[in-house]
C-alpha cells in the first residue's frame, strides 16, 4: 500500500543510492534499508498470517491438503512473488519514477508528459487505479488486524468471543491516534518489522528441516498443472494465492521515501527470502500435520511462544494499517493537486516532515468503511473472498500505464515494451479472473467503494472543466481590461490587492467585480495564478514567475507539484527573492466564492450534476486552503448556474 513519510524519509534518498553504488554501504543507506523494512513492506509482509491458509483450504476441495494441494499452492506463491514482485515491481516499475517518486499518479503524470495524445486515457486509467487503491484499503487494516487477533483462539478458546471486540477496538484506537501523527513512533516501525520477519524466517525454518520434501515445488511445474487440472477450483486457488503478493504495490508508491536500492536490498536480501521460507514452513507443517491446517502459521511455533507471536503480529498488522491509512492521505492530497478531487482540510503532524499529514475527513470515512467491513464479514477467512480484486485491477492498470513510459519513454519499440508487458499482464488477468469469482462471496463490497471513488473523481473533472469554461466566457482579458483602466483610471487606494485566478491572462473575476461595485483600484495589483505540474515536486528556485504587465499589475505564476500543498504567505515570500516585496499588513486577498446551483441546460445529467454541486460546496474555504491570512481577506461572491 501507499504510506507516510516516516522519520526515516528525512534521510537522503539519492545519498543512499550513491554510498552502494560505491560498494561502501553507510549507515544511512542501512538506516533507509531498514526503514523501507517498516513501511514499505509492512502489508505484503502480514500475507502469511493469512494468504496459505486461505488457498489451502480452498485446495483441499481436491485432495484433502495432500502433497498435490500443498505443492501447487507454494509453487504458485513462490512465482508469485518472483514474477509479480520481484521482476515487474522490484526491477522494473523502481527504474520508472518520475523525478525520484513513484505511485499511480507520479506514473500517469510521467506517461502523460511523454504520450500527450493520450492524456485522456492515461488519466481515466490512473483515476481508476487510484479508486481501486481505496476499494482495497479498506480491507487491509480489516483483514490484517482480525488475522493477527484470531491467533488467539489457539491459546485459549475462551477467547474466541473477544476477538471481533478486540480487532475494533484496535481499530478505533489506530484511527484515533491518527491526529497527534506518527512522528515519534515512525522510528520503531523498521525494527519492529525486522523482528517479525525474523521471527517468519526461524519459524518456516525448523518445518523445513524436518519435511525438506517440500522445496520441489520451488518448480513451477506443479502450480501450473494444479490449475490447469483442477479448473474452477484450480482457478479459485489462484485468486486465493493472489493474497500472497496484496501490498506490493507499496515498492513503488514508497520509491520517493526510501530510493530504488534500499527497497531493492530490503526484498531481495531479506523480506523475499523471510516470506518463501515461512511459506514452505507452513506448507511443511500441514504435510506432516494436517490438522494443522486449522492455523498454519501459528502453529508453526511452540505453545510458550504463541502469545508472543500474537502480540508481534498484532504490532506488525498495525504497523501495515498505518502505512495505508497515511497512504490514503498521500493519495488524496495528489489527487485534490491534480485537480481530481475538491480541496479538502490537511493538518501537518509534523514541523520537521512535510510528509507527515493529517486529514480528517479522509480518516474518518476510511474509519467508518473499515469498521463496517469488519462487522460484515466477522473474520479473516470471510474477508479474504472479499480481498485481492481491487488489487489485481489496480495491478493491470499500473501494468497498462507502465506500458507507455517504457515505449515512449525509455525509447524501448513497441514490440521489446510488449514483450516484457504482455506476460505480466496476462498473469495479472489471469489473477484478476481469478478473483472474480469471489465476486458474490464478498468481491463486490471493495469494487463498489471504487466505483463510488471513482464517480466522485470523474464526476468532480467534468464539473471542474465545465465550470471553468463557464468562468471563461464571463471573463474578459487581462490585457484589454489593463489598456481600459489606462485610458479611464478609476479612484486609487493605498496598499496591495491580491486576485487569485487560474489563468493569468484573464481578469480575476473577484477584480471585476470590485472595479464595477467598488469602483477602485489598489496602488500595486498581484494577479496570482497557482498551477499544479506534472511533476512531484518543483524546485525553489523554480517555483515562482514575477511578470511586471504595467506600474500597478504585477502578474505572479506560483508552480507546484502534485506532492506539495500550496501556501500563499511562502509564495509571497518567494516574490522577495524575485525583488517583490510585499508587506502583508498593508496587502488584502481578493477571493471570489462561487455559489454554484444546477441547472437543467448543463452538459452533464442532472444527478451527476446535483453531485457536483454538493462536492464544491463541502470543498475547504480556499483561505484555509492556502494559508492565507484570514482578517486580510475579501471574498466577493458571484452565483454560477453549472
Not at 480487532?167 to 484511527?175: D, K, N, P, S
Request: net charge positive.
Amino acid at each position: 500500500m501507499w504510506s507516510a513519510d516516516v522519520a526515516q524519509s528525512q534521510l537522503v534518498t539519492k545519498g543512499a543510492d550513491q554510498a552502494s553504488a560505491e560498494g561502501v554501504p553507510s549507515g544511512r543507506f542501512w538506516a533507509l534499508v531498514i526503514g523501507s523494512i517498516g513501511v514499505v513492506y509492512g502489508d505484503i509482509g502480514t500475507s502469511p498470517l493469512y494468504a496459505f491458509k486461505e488457498a489451502i483450504h480452498a485446495a483441499k476441495a481436491t485432495s484433502f491438503a495432500g502433497r498435490e494441494a500443498v505443492f501447487g499452492v507454494l509453487s504458485l506463491i513462490t512465482w508469485a512473488l518472483l514474477l509479480i514482485v520481484t521482476l515487474k515491481y522490484v526491477f522494473v516499475l523502481l527504474r520508472a519514477d518520475n523525478r525520484g517518486e513513484g505511485g499511480i499518479f507520479a506514473l500517469m503524470a510521467l506517461s502523460q508528459s511523454v504520450a500527450k495524445r493520450s492524456a485522456p486515457l492515461l488519466m481515466g486509467l490512473g483515476i481508476a487505479g487510484a479508486s481501486f487503491f481505496y476499494g482495497d484499503a479498506v480491507i487491509t487494516p480489516a483483514i490484517s488486524v482480525l488475522s493477527a487477533v484470531e491467533g488467539l483462539h489457539l491459546v485459549s478458546p475462551a477467547f474466541d468471543n473477544l476477538v471481533l471486540p478486540l480487532a475494533v477496538v484496535i481499530l478505533i484506537g489506530l484511527f484515533a491516534a491518527q491526529s497527534h501523527g506518527t512522528a515519534k513512533v515512525a522510528a520503531l516501525f523498521g525494527p519492529i518489522t525486522a523482528v517479525w520477519f525474523v521471527a517468519l524466517f526461524i519459524g518456516g525454518l525448523i518445518h523445513i528441516f524436518a519435511n525438506p520434501d517440500v522445496l520441489v515445488a520451488l518448480n513451477p511445474y506443479y502450480g501450473v498443472k494444479f490449475v490447469l487440472k483442477h479448473g474452477v477450483v484450480g482457478l479459485t486457488v489462484l485468486g486465493l494465492v493472489f493474497l500472497a503478493v496484496t501490498g506490493a504495490e507499496a515498492l513503488y508508491a514508497d520509491l520517493g521515501h526510501f530510493g530504488r536500492q534500499p527497497i531493492q536490498t530490503a526484498w531481495l536480501g531479506f523480506v523475499l527470502p523471510a516470506l518463501t521460507v515461512n511459506y514452505y514452513g507452513q506448507g511443511a507443517l500441514v504435510l506432516s500435520n494436517p490438522q494443522a491446517l486449522e492455523s498454519p502459521f501459528y502453529l508453526l511455533y511452540p505453545e510458550w511462544a504463541l502469545i508472543p507471536m500474537v502480540i508481534l503480529a498484532t504490532a506488525a498488522t498495525i504497523i501495515a494499517s498505518q502505512a495505508v491509512i497515511t497512504g490514503a492521505y498521500s493519495l488524496t492530497r495528489q489527487a485534490i493537486q491534480l485537480g481530481l478531487l475538491p480541496r479538502l482540510g490537511i493538518k501537518h503532524t509534523s514541523e520537521s516532515m512535510a510528509g507527515q499529514i493529517y486529514m480528517p475527513r479522509v480518516n474518518w470515512l476510511l474509519l467508518i468503511a473499515v469498521l463496517f467491513m469488519v462487522l460484515l464479514f466477522k473474520n479473516s477467512s470471510s474477508l479474504a473472498a472479499a480481498y485481492g480484486v481491487a488489487v489485481t485491477a489496480e495491478m493491470v492498470i499500473t501494468s497498462l500505464i507502465a506500458f507507455f513510459v517504457i515505449w515512449r519513454m525509455w525509447g524501448w519499440s513497441v514490440w521489446q515494451t510488449a514483450l516484457l508487458i504482455v506476460p505480466l499482464l496476462f498473469i495479472e488477468q489471469a489473477f484478476f479472473a481469478a478473483n472474480m469469482l469471489k465476486i458474490f462471496e464478498g468481491a463486490w463490497v471493495p469494487l463498489l467503494m471504487a466505483g463510488c471513488v471513482g464517480l466522485v473523481m470523474v464526476t468532480w473533472v467534468r464539473g471542474a472543466r465545465l465550470l471553468a469554461k463557464q468562468t471563461r466566457k464571463n471573463e474578459a482579458d487581462l490585457d484589454w481590461l489593463l489598456r481600459k483602466l489606462e485610458a479611464k483610471p478609476p479612484h486609487r487606494v493605498p496598499g496591495t490587492a491580491v486576485f487569485f485566478t487560474a489563468d493569468p491572462t484573464a481578469a480575476p473575476t473577484a477584480l471585476m467585480h470590485n472595479l464595477k461595485h467598488n469602483r477602485i483600484l489598489h496602488e500595486r495589483n498581484i494577479i496570482l495564478s497557482i498551477r499544479t505540474e506534472d511533476v512531484p515536486r518543483v524546485p525553489r528556485y523554480e517555483r515562482v514567475t514575477v511578470d511586471r504587465v504595467t506600474d500597478t499589475f504585477i502578474r505572479v505564476v506560483a508552480r507546484y507539484g502534485f506532492m506539495e500543498t500550496p501556501s500563499v504567505p511562502k509564495i509571497l515570500e518567494s516574490c522577495r527573492r524575485k525583488d517583490l516585496n510585499i508587506d502583508m499588513s498593508a496587502t488584502s486577498f481578493f477571493l471570489s466564492r462561487r455559489n454554484l446551483k444546477p441547472t437543467p441546460k448543463s452538459e452533464m445529467p442532472a444527478w451527476q450534476d446535483r453531485l457536483f454541486v454538493a462536492l464544491a460546496r463541502s470543498a475547504q474555504d480556499a483561505t484555509t486552503y492556502f494559508q492565507i491570512p484570514t482578517d486580510r481577506v475579501v471574498e466577493v461572491g458571484t452565483q454560477v448556474a453549472v
